[in-house]
């Protein structure tokens, strides 16, 4: 029997705010950075940045709820893109989203006040 995991679950900041395409066909897609600050034993800071992926009425909700430097937490699937560009072939990690929560909200000049009153209570899932 063969089983297969695969989980991921993060917390970080929202690099941007969420970008939304809609494909050919009218899928929705949404994709953003989620940047971690880690400090290791000796008090040193390095980043990661991730880049996060979400589908249809998922994409929606993130387009609408998430803006930069917003804190996530947020759990999907790790899947590994695969381009070429100019004759090389790229690799390019990516967390499809299953989930998602607004931790914490940064001020914002301009603030959806529909989605503010929702996403620091509500979490959501594909």
Not at 77 to 106: A, Y
Request: charged fraction near 25%; hydrophobic fraction near 35%; aromatic fraction near 4%.
């Amino acid at each position: 029997m063969s089983f297969n995991h695969n989980q991921v679950q993060l917390s970080g900041r929202a690099g941007h705010d969420a970008e939304l395409h809609l494909l050919t066909d009218g899928t929705p897609l949404a994709r953003l950075r989620l940047y971690q600050t880690v400090v290791n034993h000796a008090g040193e800071s390095t980043s990661a940045c991730f880049i996060l992926t979400a589908w249809n009425s998922l994409a929606e909700a993130v387009h609408r709820k998430v803006r930069r430097n917003d804190r996530l937490l947020v759990q999907g699937k790790l899947r590994i893109r695969s381009f070429r560009q100019d004759g090389t072939l790229h690799l390019r990690p990516e967390i499809h989203l299953e989930s998602f929560h607004v931790l914490q909200r940064k001020p914002h000049d301009h603030i959806d006040t529909d989605s503010m009153a929702t996403a620091e209570s509500s979490e959501v899932s594909r």
